[in-house]
């Protein structure tokens, strides 16, 4: 608890102006020491007198290592009791001749004095021009032993810190009340003024609309196909691109400018009973358009369960329903056009395919034949087998020759006639083993030898066959691509029809005021923390 200042109170006793020097020099040290420190105080510069005691006094000061914040100190100090020293040390050596030290808290404190006081330096430094005798008497200096002192201020310490402990609290709260205007100011310069204008537009000006929800989805015909992609046949993988098509579809200005062509999208938005935000104006352009259809036409494709949501604004039910049955029956038709290109694709190709097949087997079957043609045997491999067939023969042959000349050899007077027979029949016997080896090797005209041309023909045999299973496929696979195509590969099915509603969907007063509170105050909070960190970078 503080108590109530009390007002201050002085007492000045004033002398005499002294008749001359001698009557200064009679008064003795004390007045004489007086006179010097009223004529230094009423003097606005020191007076520098030739015995050099001023300028030890002012070395002295210089050696008591003062900061440069208490030597600024007594400079104001100086000035507010009507001092004008020309340096801080001179104020300093001023303010000690008056009596009144500087450094002293209380004295720091005695800065806040009353803005008429502020009047008097300039009084006192007007009347310092004026000779000794005509400058008004200051109080005179008496001795310690004195007790008539003059009161100066009659408040004990303790009072005298309440009252500067209040003074400071009060101008504390009145910084704070300053600030706290100055915040509920700006926050309702930036933060709630926009919030009512964007209140009052959401609940009075803006037109309701009126929304037409509606979900489908596009399904695979079932198909005998087996493999991996027969796994995937009946479920949203099947169909993930033909929905995400649908959707860039009707999202694109092609699909707004047929909609524009078939229900007026521009006429409905272009009336005058809409508030100015939502009104097309009549020379639109088609992005002024697309802008608007973006914003009213909401669709969203849902991967895990392969449905396509729709969601069409208006601000007349019945026409939000129009737009969406129009765009439902325009998605329609893209997934037919899209399945029935595919289709075409797919019977070319294996038309193309099949043609391909025909063509290496022609060309497979005419280089049999030509092989054929130019060996002169139409089965080399049935040649072959008689010649080896020949050759084991022979061979047999051979072998019982050899042993019967063997036997004859084992005799110890072998018959020399019959010996030289069976020998003569080995000799026979070998060279026509020789000779159908050479056949079966020897080279025909233009081909080359009977193993080389059997093998050749047994290859082209290999290649007729393959490209026989080849043509088989094709011819298959076409007629599976004319099956296809005669069915319906892909179709869209609605789940959720679109139907008129009874109350309006937009604005949303209350959630978007609310939001546009949020958003300005987020951007309020951002400027002020980037200002005060700015503030204290600067003030580093």
């Known amino acids: ?12 006793r004033r002398s005499a102006p002294p008749p001359g020097g001698g009557q200064m020099a009679a008064a003795g040290p004390a007045a004489h020491s007086s006179a010097q420190a009223t004529q230094a105080a009423a003097q606005p510069r020191v007076a520098r007198p030739s015995d050099g005691g001023v300028e030890k006094a002012l070395a002295a000061i210089r050696a008591e290592g003062l900061t440069g914040r ?17 340096t801080d040390f001179e104020a300093v050596y001023l303010l000690r001749l008056k009596g009144i030290d500087p450094f002293q808290r209380e004295n720091a404190l005695d800065l806040m004095v009353p803005a008429a006081a502020a009047a008097q330096p300039r009084q006192k430094t007007a009347d310092a021009d004026k000779p000794l005798a005509e400058q008004p008497q200051l109080p005179q200096t008496t001795s310690r032993n004195d007790r008539n002192l003059p009161a100066t201020d009659t408040r004990s310490p303790a009072e005298r810190r309440a009252q500067e402990i209040m003074a400071i609290q009060k101008d504390m709260a009145r910084r704070r ?24 537009y959401f609940f009075s000006v803006a037109t309701p609309m009126y929304a037409s929800k509606s979900e489908f989805l596009i399904l695979k015909a079932e198909t005998g196909g087996g493999g991996i992609g027969g796994l995937f046949s009946g479920t949203q993988f099947a169909t993930n691109q033909d929905a995400i098509a649908v959707q860039s579809y009707l999202t694109s200005k092609d699909a707004m400018l047929r909609l524009d062509e078939d229900e007026g999208f521009k006429a409905h938005f272009s009336q005058p009973d809409l508030d100015p935000l939502r009104r ?25 369960e392969g449905v396509i949501r729709m969601e069409v604004a208006a601000a007349n039910p019945q026409v939000a329903a129009n737009f969406s049955t129009a765009l439902i029956g325009y998605a329609e038709e893209r997934v037919d056009n899209l399945s029935a290109r595919k289709r075409e694709n797919a019977v070319k190709d294996a038309q193309l395919g099949l043609e391909e097949a025909e063509q290496a087997r022609r060309v497979a079957q005419e280089k049999l034949v030509r092989l054929q043609q130019e060996s002169a045997v139409l089965d080399p491999r049935a040649r072959i087998g008689s010649l080896q067939a020949r050759i084991e023969s022979v061979e047999t042959q051979l072998q019982e020759k050899n042993l019967q000349l063997q036997a004859l050899m084992d005799n110890a007077r072998p018959n020399r006639s019959r010996v030289e027979g069976v020998e003569a029949d080995i000799r026979r016997l070998e060279s026509l083993k020789a000779e159908i080896n050479a056949e079966m090797t020897a080279e025909s005209e233009g081909a080359g030898s009977l193993a080389e041309t059997a093998v050749q023909i047994q290859l082209a045999e290999a290649d007729l066959a393959t490209r026989d299973m080849m043509l088989s496929a094709a011819l298959e696979r076409l007629d599976q691509a004319r099956r296809d195509a005669d069915s319906q590969a892909r179709y869209l099915t609605t789940s959720v029809y679109p139907v008129a509603a009874q109350d309006p969907s937009y604005p949303r007063a209350f959630e978007n005021t609310l939001l546009t509170f949020l958003v300005f105050s987020g951007i309020y909070l951002l400027i002020s923390l980037t200002a005060s960190i700015l503030r204290e970078q600067v003030a580093n």
């Open 177 to 200: 009340r300053r600030r706290m205007r100055m915040l509920f100011g700006r926050l309702a310069a930036f933060v709630l003024l926009p919030t009512i204008v964007a209140g009052w």
């Open 70 to 86: 208490q030597l600024r100190m007594a400079r104001r100090i100086a000035q507010k009791n009507g001092l004008d020293p020309s």
């Open 1 to 12: 608890m503080t108590t109530k200042p009390k007002a201050k109170r002085f007492r000045i």
């Open 280 to 304: 097309l104006d009549a020379d639109a352009t088609a992005e002024d358009m697309y802008k608007l259809y973006k914003k009213y036409i909401q669709i969203g494709y849902d991967p895990t």
